[in-house]
């Protein structure tokens, strides 16, 4: 079974920070990865999403993550925060192929102070 | 488009009754559709999958008897809370999906169970 680790679970950053948010999984074989959004009060959408091809993926509102095989990584970052960036994300990852589960990491809380 | 609902998005019921919250994809058909529980200050954690038309897949440690989950038609699955405890009391939510590449899902917007 996959597992999904993110080892921040609460960041805190001025507006135009940079930002980097870790998530490592664990899975013998090929994986979509996911990361999902919870702003206050609302329910979680996708961010972004890496299938396959290239690793650097870009998402919604400037953020990007980079697949890292050998690392079994899928780190968030974005160049510059804003405000309205304080959210929760989550790292998500499922196995390849048919209706596979996919397994939540634990969260990061993120905050952003103007 | 993929947009899911929930409904209510609020219940607070005594301890020993039954609740029922739907799950509904309102602009596609949704051949699988997922519940989730999330505590405060965790991860989501999977219930159940359930598929249209068939009984649904429970994970480990969660009861299907304490837990219905009936998903009746590609665009509508409800999970009833039999016999509800105070430590039944969560945030639960559904997601669904449209049944393209890769899995992504789309969430609803959480339905808020207190039991007293």
């Known amino acids: 079974a996959q597992s999904v680790s993110q080892h921040n679970h609460h960041v805190i950053l001025s507006e135009a920070a940079s930002l980097e948010l870790g998530c490592n999984y664990s899975?013998?074989?090929?994986?979509?990865l996911f990361w999902y959004v919870q702003y206050p009060g609302q329910h979680l959408q996708l961010l972004l999403k890496y299938f396959s091809g290239d690793p650097l993926v870009k998402g919604i509102k400037g953020f990007e993550a980079e697949f890292i095989k050998s690392k079994f990584s899928f780190n968030l970052r974005k160049p510059s925060v804003q405000w309205s960036d304080t959210a929760e994300y989550f790292c998500a990852v499922s196995p390849q192929g048919g209706y596979q589960k996919v397994t939540f990491g634990t969260g990061t809380k993120l905050q952003v102070i103007p | 488009g993929a947009v899911v609902s929930q409904h209510p998005s609020r219940v607070i019921c005594k301890s020993g009754t039954s609740v029922k919250i739907e799950c509904r994809s309102l602009?596609?058909?949704?051949?699988?559709m997922f519940w989730y529980r999330q505590f405060p200050k965790q991860s989501l954690m999977l219930m159940a999958t359930s598929n249209e038309g068939s009984k649904a897949t429970y994970e480990q440690g969660v009861e299907k008897d304490k837990f219905l989950i009936n998903h009746a038609s590609l665009t509508l699955s409800t999970l009833t809370v039999t016999s509800a405890h105070p430590e039944d009391s969560s945030f639960y939510i559904c997601?669904?999906?449209?049944?393209?590449?890769?899995?992504?899902?789309?969430f609803g917007p959480g339905t808020r169970l207190t039991v007293l």
């Open positions: 899975y013998g074989g090929t994986v979509n």
């Open positions: 997601s669904a999906t449209p049944g393209q590449k890769g899995n992504e899902q789309f």
């Open positions: 602009d596609f058909q949704a051949t699988t």
